[in-house]
């Protein structure tokens, strides 16, 4: 079956940097674009970056642009965020995805079909 493990996450100061990790199974991992959202307490989920299958293009949020970096291994079914400059308000339960689109890379929850268990980012001032 479809599988998404997140690993990486913590308890960070501001400032500083993590790489979240997330290993994929079950499914053609290569062919699939991916993403990551976040969700933080009593706020609704949202996007954070994605994907194409290929390692690129790439598509991220405002607030995290320049910070934030999403990467692939596709040898290794995994796909990376790489978090900089980490500011209190990153702090949130983050998840990979797998989108059910084959085109574009989208933004909308409605548009990833499984989803990773989370990992928590606790960024502190």
């Known amino acids: 079956q479809v599988q998404l493990v997140e690993s990486g996450g913590g308890l960070v100061q501001a400032g500083g940097s993590l790489r979240l990790s997330c290993v994929a199974s079950?499914?053609?991992?290569?062919?699939?674009?991916l993403g990551w959202f976040r969700q933080a307490p009593g706020k609704e989920r949202e996007f954070v970056a994605a994907i194409r299958q290929g390692g690129s293009p790439t598509r991220y949020a405002d607030s995290v642009k320049g910070r934030f970096a999403i990467t692939r291994d596709n040898t290794k079914n995994t796909v990376y965020l790489q978090m900089n400059s980490l500011r209190p308000d990153d702090t949130a339960v983050y998840y990979c995805?797998?989108?059910?689109?084959?085109?574009?890379?989208?933004?909308?929850?409605?548009?990833?079909?499984?989803w990773g268990q989370g990992t928590q980012v606790t960024v502190s001032s």
């Open positions: 079950g499914f053609r991992f290569s062919i699939y674009n």
């Open positions: 995805a797998r989108s059910s689109r084959f085109g574009d890379l989208p933004g909308a929850g409605d548009e990833y079909d499984y």
